[in-house]
């Protein structure tokens, strides 16, 4: 029974009110409700369209932010990378650098030093050359004066 009183308490609502708004708008031609209706629904799609242009706006300003603060900190993990590796590029050069410098410094050492060695032996061979023939020089001499004097 409380269902039904419920029920019929809605529809009498819906039936004045209803009733109401035709008696407000009976004076108008059904052409001019038409027009009023349309017009009015126009403009809240208009409205709703205004704002979901603006919110959609506002959403791409925002993932337009966080894509360049996204790009940001990709730039700047490239660089950071990027200028890490070229210092070890650069560390790592350099000691290769040093160690062929040492390694050419040594060979260049070596050979001076088999040059030099070279030249004392050249050298020493010329003195004992010279003293040989000095002494068979003094020899020759020394025994041209024993058989002179005999």
Known sequence: MR?????????SFLFVGTSIYAHATANMSLLDWYNRQFQRVVGQVSDEVQT???SLEVSIENRKKQYLV???KGIEEIVLTTST???ADIEK???DYVTRLAETEATLLEKELL???QEMMKTEKEIENS??????????EKS???TTKQ
């Open 131 to 140: 003293a040989f023939a000095i002494l068979e020089e003094l020899l020759r």
């Open 115 to 117: 040059n030099i060695e």
């Open 85 to 87: 590796t070229a210092k």
């Open 93 to 95: 050069y350099k000691e």
């Open 3 to 11: 269902k039904l009183v419920i029920a019929l308490c809605i529809c």
């Open 144 to 146: 041209a004066e024993d």
């Open 70 to 72: 996204g790009i940001g």
């Open 52 to 54: 979901g242009l603006i």
